[in-house]
């Protein structure tokens, strides 16, 4: 009997994090290897050189497959970095059955509608297509419009976007290490299938994970994304601020971040200034977006930091400061996960907030037929991306 096995590849900025799982019937999913190693060729989520980020890929897989015991042939890939971005867009179209009821053919032209209607799409590739509600004349639909009657139908929709490029170079990436993608999925998005719960997501949260070079935020409310954004900042301008203001070397002022002044002859008053100094710089950008779209102090499970510059001392209270917001680092994804036995257990990355994305892609493995909107005619909510790999490529090609 074939093993049921899930990879998720999540390539950072500065770390390439590769989690394999298996699930077996009547059981969460047990976690097989969890590998990371440094990224090279990348820069805020930007591919400067395909070859090398190949070679990044490569080194985790084989680390991975090693630590498994298993081939790695085919992984869902998340996709990060400063081009993502998301646009939501209204449309509305004619019942067109005599007796007025809406049938598939009326939700899927809509759909298509709203879609050809976006502006500035040049170079952009669509990960993600979200209806995120619907009327009929004028009132809200509550539950699914199809089978519903009314004379006119109308959807407002959220479409995460990344630049094209991007998304073929890291296509590549993966591809020459010799693994099939199964899906492709925002980063941001990815991470919230493990990082929120299923309250969390409906009365209204901020996810935000601190990358290396990049935060990034994904609201949510009624249990669906409302916006994306990824600000060019992150926990390494940190490290950066420590080296200019204490007057040390990087590799020494990484290693005070990380632990916070433990080391000798530190000023833990000036540590302090200098991280609280950035990190409200990024609470001021996530503020500035809740305002744009009217959400700031309004979301009562507050905001969710994950990502591996989550784990800054008092960051959550800096958080809770700066946006008038409850507050929480997630350091547990073990409800989505069994717990392994033995020395060569893997539990650690679930205590970990910089392994969300991968262990997410993992639990959208394997509920991925559960996942999403899946009725007639409407898009998946992660996106048409399988059997569309080889028409992106083509895209770019001479």
């Not at 498994?68 to 646009?87: E, F, N, P, R, T």
């Not at 053919?105 to 995120?132: A, F, W």
């Amino acid at each position: 009997m074939a093993r049921n096995i899930i990879t998720g590849i999540d390539i950072g900025s500065s770390i390439t994090r590769v989690v394999v799982a298996e699930e077996k019937k009547g059981s969460l999913p047990h976690i097989l290897a969890a590998v990371s190693k440094p990224t090279s060729g990348l820069r805020k989520g930007y591919v400067t050189d395909i070859e090398s980020v190949g070679q990044s890929v490569i080194s985790a897989i084989k680390g991975a497959e090693k630590a498994a015991g298993i081939q790695i042939k085919h992984a869902y890939l998340a996709i990060g970095g400063i081009s993502l971005g998301s646009v939501k867009s209204k449309d509305s179209t004619t019942v067109s059955r005599a007796d007025a009821e809406i049938s598939d053919p009326d939700i899927k032209r809509l759909l298509e509608q709203c879609e050809s209607g976006l502006t500035n799409m040049s170079n952009k590739y669509i990960l993600h297509r979200i209806p995120l509600s619907y009327k009929i004349d004028g009132n809200p639909a509550l539950g699914r419009p199809l089978g519903m009657k009314g004379a006119k139908l109308e959807v407002e929709m959220l479409f995460i976007t990344s630049l094209a490029q991007h998304v073929e170079d890291l296509i590549h990436a993966v591809e020459s290490s010799g693994i099939a993608i199964d899906d492709i999925v925002a980063s941001p998005y990815a991470s919230s299938f493990a990082a929120l719960t299923k309250q969390q997501r409906e009365v209204g949260c901020i996810l935000t994970n601190i990358g290396s070079s990049t935060v990034s935020i994904v609201v949510f409310e009624e249990g669906k994304p409302l916006s994306l954004e990824v600000f060019p900042i992150g926990s390494a301008h940190i490290t950066h601020d420590i080296a200019l203001g204490m007057q040390v070397p990087l590799e020494e002022a990484e290693k005070i971040k990380t632990e916070y002044g433990s080391s000798e002859g530190i000023s833990k008053k000036k540590l302090s200034d200098i991280i609280d100094a950035r990190l409200n710089d990024i609470f001021d950008l996530i503020e500035a977006h809740l305002k744009k779209i009217n959400r700031n102090g309004l979301l009562p499970a507050g905001i969710i930091l994950v990502g591996g510059g989550s784990n800054l001392v008092s960051l959550d209270e800096i958080a809770k400061s700066s946006l008038k917001l409850p507050a929480k680092v997630c350091k547990s994804f073990e409800r989505g996960f069994a717990k392994s036995q033995g020395p060569n257990s893997k539990d650690y990355v679930l205590t970990d907030p910089a392994w969300s994305v991968p262990l997410g892609l993992i639990l959208i493995g394997i509920k991925d037929e559960e996942l999403g909107i899946r009725e007639p005619g409407e898009a998946n909510v992660l996106g048409k991306t399988r059997g569309a790999f080889s028409k992106l490529l083509r895209n770019f090609m001479p």
